[in-house]
């Protein structure tokens, strides 16, 4: 069986907010073949990374490498919406999505 990431479907989630930093947290569901029929697929759960964002630099950490995401697209993607979303409002979100495709 092989498992794939949703990675066109991302939820972003503030975690920890001070005057140095601002923690995000960033899911996408995980799918695999269902073993009762040939060319479906179920959702089997959810995976998760975590990233920080230096708020004099805007330079960004990734803390926690989310499984799967080997190429830091997932990362990146919720990264750039979260900078999208500062430039835009000045202020960090509490929750964004990010949808591609």
């Known amino acids: 069986m092989s498992k794939r990431l ?19 947290l960033f899911a996408c569901d995980v ?3 269902d073993p009762r029929f040939k ?3 179920m959702k ?25 995401d080997s190429f830091n697209h997932c990362y990146q993607n919720a990264l750039t919406k979260v900078l999208n979303v500062y430039n835009e409002k000045k202020q960090y979100s509490s929750k964004l999505a990010f949808h591609s495709g």
Do not use: A
């Open 39 to 41: 060319k479906k697929f």
């Open 44 to 68: 089997i759960g959810e995976v998760k990374g975590l990233f920080r964002i230096d708020k004099l630099t805007y330079d960004s950490t990734l803390l926690y490498p989310m499984e799967g």
């Open 31 to 33: 799918w695999d073949k």
């Open 6 to 24: 949703e990675s066109q479907c991302l939820y972003i989630q503030k975690d920890i907010e001070n005057n140095e930093y601002v923690d995000y």
